[in-house]
T-cell receptor
Framework: EADIYQTPRYLVIGTGKKITLECSQTMGHDKMYWYQQDPGMELHLIHYSYGVNSTEKGDLSSESTVSRIRTEHFPLTLESARPSHTSQYLC????????????FGPGTRLTVT | DQQVKQNSPSLSVQEGRISILNCDYTNSMFDYFLWYKKYPAEGPTFLISISSIKDKNEDGRFTVFLNKSAKHLSLHIVPSQPGDSAVYFCAASLYGQNFVFGPGTRLSVLP
């Protein structure tokens, strides 16, 4: 079983609030990812990191930011939440080797009212 | 433009029969493919993978077939069980780097 955790699992918040979605893994993986998924749609990569102090934007433009100060921790922050940010956010990690599968957390379902 | 397509949003199969989930991709450079299963309110879990140097990989009831010339892969589940009911995502990567996911197919296995 993968040891990757996300909190909170569900969040309902008002427009304009700042929020941070937490993601932690205890597997020592160098690579970590954030995906955004709307119902019935594909997972879209919004951020990734290949190690400490390394972060990159993914294929889908996002107003969120990420940081990677510690190997095990990869939080995602929205400075000012908007209804268009309502979605499910999935965090994943993988080993450094090429082709390694990604292990996903349970996800955070965010609703911005 | 979707690089990984799963044209069947849903599929229903009788318990004990074979389930066949299909996936098409557009980038011929993709060299690694995976299938994930996702239950409601959970993150996707890895199921099976295949490298582009192979055309078949088998793991228990699950077999993935890759047809590079057609840019098509499929996941076969046999025999299908009610616990297999979930959303199945196909994913592809280039040189083992970031993965591109399809929209998923919802499989329902009927008892």
């Amino acid at each position: 079983e993968a040891d990757i955790y996300q909190t909170p699992r569900y969040l309902v918040i008002g427009t304009g609030k700042k929020i941070t979605l937490e993601c932690s893994q205890t597997m020592g993986h160098d690579k970590m990812y954030w995906y955004q998924q709307d119902p019935g749609m594909e997972l879209h990569l919004i951020h990734y990191s290949y190690g400490v102090n390394s972060t990159e934007k993914g294929d889908l433009s996002s107003e969120s930011t990420v940081s990677r100060i510690r190997t095990e921790h990869f939080p995602l922050t929205l400075e000012s939440a908007r209804p268009s940010h309502t979605s499910q956010y999935l965090c994943a990690s993988s080993e450094s080797m090429e082709g390694g599968e990604q292990y996903f957390g349970p996800g955070t379902r965010l609703t911005v009212t | 433009d979707q690089q990984v397509k799963q044209n069947s949003p849903s599929l229903s199969v009788q318990e004990g029969r074979i389930s066949i989930l299909n996936c098409d991709y557009t980038n011929s450079m993709f060299d690694y493919f995976l299938w994930y299963k996702k239950y409601p309110a959970e993150g996707p879990t890895f199921l099976i993978s295949i490298s582009s140097i192979k055309d078949k990989n088998e793991d228990g009831r699950f077999t993935v077939f890759l047809n590079k010339s057609a840019k098509h892969l499929s996941l076969h589940i046999v025999p299908s069980q009610p616990g297999d009911s979930a959303v199945y995502f196909c994913a592809a990567s280039l040189y083992g780097q970031n993965f591109v996911f399809g929209p998923g197919t919802r499989l329902s296995v009927l008892p």
